[in-house]
């Protein structure tokens, strides 16, 4: 007990001292002014529409004067559940890959080679990690409580009960994250623990298909179990659902009797943590380190690598003989693909994106939203991969020194460079757009129109990052030429283009044709800067990009 108030000592200390630099520099404090100015605004706007359209005691009835099911409550709380369970079996298998800390590298550095045993330390930093999760329960309650401030009331009591089971949710899946790593290393049951999350997981979506299928209308049923009310006593997810529902029905017994199970499950956890955890500093020091360089990269301390998000970073190859000349490259880039996913051309992040897409594209063929919805999707795709295309000319082969000394031609390296980029791009638009336009009832004419627009996009942003740092030698020519360099292209390129499809969506309201003016004057862009990257790649030297 006497470490634990040694370490809640250093903490209050390590208090005292922000609030001292927030007292030197009040600066600091606005972001959280703006953010609560922000709360106050919205939360009285949506008060205001509460008052003036009184809808408590309206009930949708049937012809026979029975309530009817109201699909839209229904579908909106399995929404919402279904991204939580998603979100939780995604964390369980993460668990299965790498272990998580509770610590940070200071931390490490002075705790770890003290005289402190390591079950207190282990204990402490454990109940610790709750206060993270109650700052972002604090920060959705200020956004989502806002939002919805037009159908309840936000009140001492709501908010109570909103931050806590916001905040137990993501407080409980690290500690049972360190559990099963804990028990991977104790007794190598990983592949039993990673068959049972995946098995959850199909059960999961069995529970949407299946009442979905029964039902009239897949919508009206797919969210049926899900979001019914006996789904509450499902572990975390549900408890954390019977927490926040106090809103609606305001029992305080049945939500606390939640976070009683809460209180329950973290204590067991605790126990079987201490008892097999042993000395886990091994185990630890890996996951702190790597969380501090992920921390470092987001702050721009350090230079973001190639391996930055793999998901399969330390998977082994076997493969042919890569052959001479440019060709290496796109085996160089096939073997760290590979590891970056769980399939060099096809993987999970593709699979995610593209799943998003077809769900947007069927639910707007079942009247949920309109065709917009999938078309702004769209945009974003093209958007996305602009950007991808800006950070792939800051990693990979142009980086290494051995871009110059591979014997062949300068074009043969740049297509060899980007080949297996290509091919991965068009494999994904291909599995996205062929199902969203059947399922849609949209244009055919949108399927060519998104592989060769998505290829354009992406080597636009390749081309707009990579010429500045090839063609302009000193640092400071970058730092004031390359504005104005991407300015000009922006401003004599990108723009008219997109100026040129809105004015042709204007007078025709067709997506489609919008889609090809676009297309057409970014494919013109395009050209040109890959005639100037091209040229330009000749006077890459053995110097830092």
């Known amino acids: 007990m006497h470490e634990i108030k040694l370490l809640l000592r250093k903490d209050l200390y390590i208090l005292v001292n922000n609030l001292k630099l927030i007292l030197r520099n009040p600066f600091r404090l606005l972001p959280y002014a703006g953010f609560l100015a922000y709360f106050v605004f919205i939360y009285s706007q949506r008060s205001k529409e509460r008052r003036s359209e009184d809808l408590g005691d309206i009930q949708n009835l049937d012809l026979n004067g029975m309530p009817q099911a109201d699909f839209g ?48 330390l282990l204990l402490y930093y454990m109940a610790r990690s709750i206060l993270p999760s109650l700052g972002g329960a604090l920060l959705f ?23 806590l089971g916001f905040a137990l949710f993501f407080f409980m899946i690290f500690p049972i994250r360190f559990l099963i790593y804990t028990l991977h290393t104790k007794y190598g049951v990983m592949e039993y623990i990673r068959g049972g999350i995946i098995a959850l997981g199909l059960g999961l979506a069995l529970m949407i298909l299946i009442p979905g299928l029964m039902a009239e209308k897949f919508w009206q049923g797919m969210f049926s179990w899900i979001a019914s009310p006996w789904f509450s006593l499902f572990p975390l997810v549900g408890w954390s659902r019977g927490i926040m529902s106090y809103v609606s029905h305001g029992n305080v017994i049945l939500s606390v009797s939640f976070i009683g199970l809460y209180g329950l499950t973290y204590f067991t ?38 391996g930055t998000y793999s998901l399969n970073a330390k998977k082994q190859l076997a493969l042919p003989d890569f052959g001479t000349g440019a060709k290496a490259f796109y085996w160089r880039n096939y073997v760290h693909s590979s590891r970056q996913d769980f399939h060099p051309l096809f993987g999970i992040y593709s699979l995610s994106l593209a ?103 992406y080597l636009i942003g390749f081309a707009i990052n990579l010429i500045p740092q090839i063609a302009l030698d000193e640092g400071w020519d970058r730092k004031l030429i390359k504005p104005f360099m991407i300015g000009g292209i922006f401003l004599f390129g990108v723009i008219p283009a997109v100026i040129l499809s809105v004015l042709v969506f204007i007078i025709t309201k067709q997506f489609v044709w919008m889609f090809l003016t676009c297309v057409i004057g970014m494919s013109f862009v395009a050209a040109i800067l890959l005639h100037v990257t091209l040229d330009v790649l000749k006077r890459l030297e053995f110097k830092e990009m």
């Open 73 to 120: 409550v229904q579908n909106v709380i399995g929404g919402i559940t279904i991204l939580a369970l998603g979100f939780l079996v995604f964390q369980l298998f993460r668990a299965t890959k790498n272990n998580v800390s509770f610590f940070k590298m200071a931390d490490v550095n002075l705790l770890f080679t003290a005289p402190v045993k390591p079950e207190n």
């Open 141 to 163: 309650i200020v956004y989502g409580a806002s939002q919805m401030a037009s159908q309840f009331e936000l009140n001492l009591g709501n908010a109570i009960f909103l931050v």
């Open 269 to 306: 956890v605790v126990k079987l943590v201490i008892r097999y955890a042993g000395y886990y500093y091994e185990d630890v020091l890996e996951a702190t380190k790597t969380n501090e360089d992920k921390l470092d990269k987001v702050r721009g301390k350090q230079e973001v690598d190639e």
């Open 355 to 457: 799943g998003i897409g077809i769900v947007f594209a069927g639910l707007s063929n079942f009247d949920w939203f309109s065709h917009k919805v999938l078309y702004f999707y769209l945009l974003f795709i093209l958007f996305f991969y602009f950007m991808a295309g800006i950070g792939r000319a800051n990693v990979g082969d142009l980086k290494k020194p051995f871009f110059i000394l591979v014997p062949a031609s300068w074009s043969a390296k740049f297509w060899n460079m980007i080949k297996l980029d290509i091919v991965q791009i068009l494999l994904f638009a291909g599995v996205l757009i062929i199902p969203s336009v059947l399922l849609a009832h949209v244009s055919l004419g949108l399927i060519p129109l998104f592989l060769v627009g998505i290829v354009v996009f």
